[in-house]
C-alpha cells in the first residue's frame, strides 16, 4: 500500500505571496493532519480533516487554511506568506477505527520564502 | 493544555550498546495514547512505539521498548543493540483519546549511533 505522499517537495516563495500545498493520504484513511515543523517552534499542529469537515485546529493565525475533498486528498492554503512561515509542513493520515490512533506522517513538504 | 518534555536534546551511544531517552508530559486527562516517533535525517517520520494509558504493560516492538510510569507522568525509550540505522531526531508525543488527532510533540532529541 502506497504511504502518504506530499507534493511539492521543494518550494520557494517571496513573501506577500500565497501557496497551496496537497497531501494524498494512505489508501482507506479518511482523516487527515497537518503539522508544522521549524527549529525553533518545533512540531506544531495545525489542523485535523475527516470526511471534508475540520474538526481540529491548533494556534495559527487564519492566513493558514485547508480543506479536504471527498477523496480525501487534503491541501492546506497559506496567503500573505511571511518570513517566519519558512518550516517543513507535514501531513498524516490515520484511519479512523482501529489502530489506536496512529498517525502515518508523509515526507513533507520544505517551504522556503524569501 | 498538555505540554511534552524531552530533556536531553542531544544523546550519542556507541553501537550494539542500549540507550534510553526521557519524555515527561503534563496532562490532567487519564484516557490517552503516547507515541515515540523516529526522523531520520532528511527523511520522513515513522512510527517507533506506541502506547495506550489504559494499558499498564510497557509497549515493546523488537529492539525498542518503553518505561510507561503513568503517575510520574514518564514515558521513556530504550533502544537495545542500537544499529548506525537508529540515528534519528526522535520525538514524543501525546495525544488525548478524543482529541481527532491532534498530536502534542516534545522538541526532540538528536540521537547518534556511533561505529
Known amino acids: 500500500k502506497a504511504g502518504v505522499t506530499q507534493t511539492p517537495r521543494y518550494l520557494i516563495k517571496t513573501r506577500g505571496q500565497q501557496v497551496t500545498l496537497s497531501c494524498s493520504p494512505i489508501?482507506?484513511?479518511?482523516?487527515v493532519s497537518w503539522y508544522q515543523q521549524t527549529p525553533g517552534q518545533g512540531l506544531q499542529f495545525l489542523f485535523e480533516?475527516?470526511?471534508?469537515?475540520?474538526?481540529n485546529k491548533g494556534n495559527f493565525p487564519g492566513r493558514f487554511s485547508g480543506r479536504q475533498f471527498s477523496n480525501s486528498r487534503s491541501e492546506m492554503n497559506v496567503s500573505t506568506l511571511e518570513l517566519g512561515d519558512s518550516a517543513l509542513y507535514l501531513c498524516?493520515?490515520?484511519?479512523?477505527?482501529?489502530?489506536?490512533?496512529?498517525?502515518?506522517f508523509g515526507p513533507g513538504t520544505r517551504l522556503l520564502v524569501l | 493544555a498538555q505540554t511534552v518534555t524531552q530533556s536531553q536534546p542531544e544523546m550519542s551511544v556507541q553501537e550494539a550498546e542500549t540507550v534510553t531517552l526521557s519524555c515527561t508530559y503534563d496532562?490532567?486527562?487519564?484516557?490517552?495514547?503516547l507515541f515515540w516517533y523516529k526522523q531520520p535525517p532528511s527523511r520522513q517520520m515513522i512510527l517507533v512505539i506506541r502506547?495506550?494509558?489504559?494499558?499498564?504493560q510497557n509497549a515493546t516492538e523488537n529492539r525498542f521498548s518503553v518505561n510507561f510510569q503513568k503517575a510520574a507522568k514518564s514515558f521513556s525509550l530504550k533502544i537495545s543493540d542500537s544499529q548506525l540505522g537508529d540515528t534519528a531526531m526522535y520525538f514524543c508525543?501525546?495525544?488525548?483519546?478524543?482529541?481527532?488527532?491532534?498530536?502534542?510533540f516534545g522538541k526532540g532529541t538528536l540521537l547518534t549511533v556511533n561505529p
Open positions: 498524516a493520515s490515520s484511519l479512523e477505527l482501529g489502530e489506536g490512533k496512529t498517525q502515518y
Open positions: 489508501s482507506g484513511h479518511r482523516s
Open positions: 480533516y475527516f470526511s471534508e469537515t475540520q474538526r
Open positions: 496532562t490532567s486527562e487519564n484516557n490517552y495514547y
Open positions: 502506547q495506550e494509558a489504559y494499558k499498564q
Open positions: 508525543a501525546f495525544m488525548k483519546r478524543d482529541s481527532n488527532y491532534k498530536l502534542t
